[in-house]
């Protein structure tokens, strides 16, 4: 058996299971979602640990709302 192709072809799959997750990540741009995909493609070991430390950044949805409701409470700019 040649571990060279075994190393490949899962390297390949693990390529092709991170790009599909960042096609359908939701609320991602397009813009955003071809960039990984190109980082991802042309830099597979180097892309893919780039898009798993920087690409799925998740803040929660409490964070979120509180970060709504402090805009929402900010006074208006002087004209």
Known sequence: MNWTLVGIAVLFLIELVVVMRVMLR??????????WIAVITFMPGIGIIA?????????????????REVIAAM?????
């Open 26 to 35: 939701p609320h991602r741009d397009p813009s955003s979602r071809v960039a």
């Open 51 to 67: 898009y798993l430390l920087f690409g799925e950044v998740n803040i929660g949805q409490r964070r979120v709302a509180r970060m």
């Open 75 to 79: 006074p208006a700019l002087p004209s």
